[in-house]
């Protein structure tokens, strides 16, 4: 089963690529570049990002993503367990799609799948020559914009998370840090089970704060409740259609052979 395939599908329905001035490509404009931005970052003239020039993009966010969590919880393209591979306490009981669906309902948050943001070119509210504005105004990082401060504990260089090439850098702390989010507030949860709790909602609201799973933090909280409800459902069928189809192809009769 191609997960990154149909992942892909997911990510330009909830949040189609070619609407923003932020994500940019270089252009060979040679003697006729009027109209064009210079990008000292690229050391390019660019243009706007068109949908395909996303979506090429996008298959390469996706691909590492599925990657990154399939080796989370040890599963194969089947999402049937891998032999010999164990997974890390830190993800028992997690569901693939939902470990999927946690870490982009943030990333379209936090980025909006931007490019400046993926590549960090340019700083919020200090914009690059092309007007990109990647690294957050507290210097967070990569499409799930990791604080530095929390990088900065473990003697991690933040640029190590910037760019194409360190997309599996980015989501793998990403993921860390929501599934330590979410045992964190199970265990809160565990000590009130009068109150009704969501986990999504929770888990979200410690990553957003960094100290309470009950926050709506100005609205962001369920803004990427929501999301997550949007990935998970869009995502989660996408897999079951292509479960059917494959368990119906295997079933088909086969042909008769040739006399």
Not at 187 to 211: C, D, M, Q
């Given at each position: 089963m191609n997960l990154s395939a149909l992942f892909l599908q997911t990510l330009l329905t909830v949040a189609p690529p070619g609407h923003t001035k932020f994500s940019v490509t270089t252009i060979d404009c040679g003697e006729s570049c009027s109209g064009y931005k210079w990008s000292s970052f690229y050391n390019s003239y660019v243009r706007p990002e068109s949908f395909e020039e996303g979506k090429n993009r996008y298959s390469i966010i996706a691909e590492h993503l599925i990657k990154t969590a399939q080796q989370k919880l040890c599963l194969d393209d089947d999402l049937k367990p891998i032999p010999n591979c164990k997974r890390s306490r830190n993800f028992k009981g997690w569901r693939f799609v939902d470990l999927v669906s946690i870490t982009t309902g943030s990333m379209i948050a936090e980025s909006g799948l931007r490019k400046d943001i993926e590549d960090g070119n340019g700083r919020s509210n200090k914009p690059s020559d092309d007007g990109g504005q990647g690294l957050g105004a507290g210097g967070e990082v990569c499409l799930v914009q990791i604080h530095p401060s929390v990088l900065k504990a473990l003697k991690i260089d933040p640029l190590s998370f910037l760019g194409e090439s360190n997309l599996d850098t980015c989501?793998?702390?990403?993921?860390?840090?929501?599934?330590?989010?979410?045992?964190?507030?199970?265990?809160?949860?565990?000590?009130?089970?009068?109150?009704?709790?969501?986990?999504?909602?929770?888990?979200?609201?410690?990553?957003?704060?960094?100290?309470?799973?009950?926050?709506?933090n100005n609205g962001k909280t369920t803004y990427r409740q929501n999301l997550y409800n949007a990935v998970s459902s869009d995502f989660g069928a996408r897999i079951k259609k292509e479960q059917k189809r494959i368990s119906k192809a295997a079933t088909l009769p086969l042909p008769p052979p040739n006399n």
């Open positions: 989501f793998s702390f990403g993921m860390d840090m929501f599934s330590k989010s979410r045992n964190v507030c199970a265990y809160r949860a565990h000590k009130a089970p009068e109150i009704e709790h969501n986990w999504v909602f929770e888990t979200y609201s410690l990553y957003g704060t960094g100290n309470t799973c009950t926050s709506a």
